[in-house]
């Protein structure tokens, strides 16, 4: 052995031992990129599933066999169950067989069809609670239009609860797969000169290739074949030192694996390619997870896409990033030109400030409000916002979300319960044998729980006066009250004194009432004008006043008993005063008066209402309730009124 061929081989492994070094540095910058693609892709699912789990309503998505496929975690807070109980389930199993077949299936059938199901009911939460909720029933479409399923969205529209994470990510994808170098020719057949042992993931040895026993090219996938030759050719027609391809290659088992293929080009001292070394890395489990969050993420679109409500996301500082069809809908504008605007540039010039400053000032937890927003042609639309911070599951801030409400039917309905409530007060103030009785009621929220009426008993010379107090406010508190009404008229036109017609209501008011937290207040009383005498009962009530100008005092018809609702057993005590005299004034009202606050948080008080009752003694009883309202007004304000407010007041003329 001569000294040349030393020399000659030591230069030979110095070569090796560079091109192995570059290959090494190469394989620690794509495995970088590889980490980066792919915390890119988790964040972007992270977006969609978390637009999903954060939204305030119980959301499910069930396939035509009627088996829920997702549901969020407000639907199993709602009914009580747990994912396990409900993934992959029957409907039938989930929710009971008598539900699903009456009141269910048929919804969820006429919505196969392609038709979206809007309606209102009452439900049962876990708790025991009826529940009034909005429930819709939306086709969910795969991109190519097929319907696959149905979208079912549960809305408390009683109360609303801020929706937490229902769904999680149950496998997390580390990308750590082992790596193959090679080295082979640049000039065909382009045999492969170096092959790392890590090739045995593939069934194979490097002496395999190194051999020719099989060439590299027999491992790649018949329907990537063409493409790669095709690309290498215009590498090399292009003369390009550097490239990446992704294809596939079939194990010596068969199994299919994608690789990411990196490629350098080795060059002379004259600049010529002699040869190509690179680096394979298997992303077979990144290419099944990027097509697994593809899918989930294309789902999790789908359904914010399908949703019935309107769906905007923001940045932090509000401007709009995307918008679902239902929200375009709802503001009457393209979708395409949404983007970029601000929340608020579509309300009105009454609501825009106020939108701006909730979503200016919203930095973390959740905010509920009515406001207007205007559509192009001019037609303001009443909406609910729940809006929230929209956070990835590390905690940080993506942004800002809104789920969109159009309160347009609900409204009508509302004004619809209003006015028949309206329609069972009295209609004008009375004057029944020297007795001047005017009354008034005004509900916080359009229909509310507050009652009074005046009526003829059964005993001739005789009628009735009472106020009434519904626990809660709102159409429930108004549908209870209608009911207490028809079954006190209809019980008052009987025999009986005051106490057993307030029995017999209380009976009748227990038997649907007790367990479910709902009581009424009442203070009942009938006077005879003959005598001037009164009776009554007070159910949980503040007593009636009674202000004599003579004595320039203010006296309380006081007396005992639970409001009603409360337990069916009670029994309740008649009271009598007699002498009701000429100049004398009964008032009969609710806590909402005495218990208004204004800006200041001070409480207007019993002892207001009686100074303007005394300053008014000499005026009419419509005239008194004129007065009384109108200083009520003058205390509160601007301030928003968080009860009813009803007064009667009676006056001896």
Known sequence: MNDSFVDDRLVSLETENTALRDALCKLKRHCAC???AHQDTLRRTMVYENLFTQSPDAIVLAGKNYRYLAVNQMFCRFFGLSQEEVAGKHVADVLGGDRFASFIQPRFDKALTGETIEFTSWLTNAEGEERYSMVKYVPYREEGGEITGIIISVRDITTLKEATDALRLAKVIIDNSPVVLYRRKAEPPRELVYVSDSIQKFGYTPEDFLQGKISFGELIHPDDIERVQEELANFAIGGASNYVQEYRLRSKSGEIHWVDDKTVAVTDEDGVITDYQGILVCITERKQAEEALRLSEAKFRRIIETAGEGFIMTDNDGRILGVNNAFAELVGIPRETVRNHYPWDFGTSNSSGFIKSVFTQLQSGYSQFETQLRRPSGIDVSTLFHASILRATDGNVLGKMAFISDLTETKKALALAEEVQRSLFPHEHLDIAGFDIAGRCLPCEGAGGDYYDYFPAHTPGVFGVVVGDVSGHGVDAALLMTMARGFLRMRAAQA?????????????????????????????????????????????????????????A?????????????????????????????????????????????????MYGKERLRDVIRYNSGCTASQILDAVYADLDSFVQDCTVNDDITLVIIRVS
């Open 34 to 36: 590889n980490e980066n």
């Open 496 to 552: 009986g004194d005051v106490d057993m017609v307030v029995n017999d209501l209380n009976r009748h008011l227990a038997s649907d009432l007790v367990g479910s937290g709902r009581f009424m207040t009442m203070f009942y009383m009938t006077i005879d004008t003959e005598t001037g005498g009164l009776q009554w009962v007070r159910a949980g009530h503040d007593p009636a006043m009674v202000y004599d100008p003579v004595e320039d």
């Open 554 to 602: 203010f006296s309380e018809l006081i007396g005992r008993g639970l409001p009603l609702g409360v337990d069916d057993s009670i029994s309740y005590t008649p009271y009598a005063h007699h002498g009701f005299r000429q100049g004398q004034i009964l008032a009969l009202g609710t806590d909402g008066i005495w218990e208004a606050r204004n800006a200041a948080g001070a």
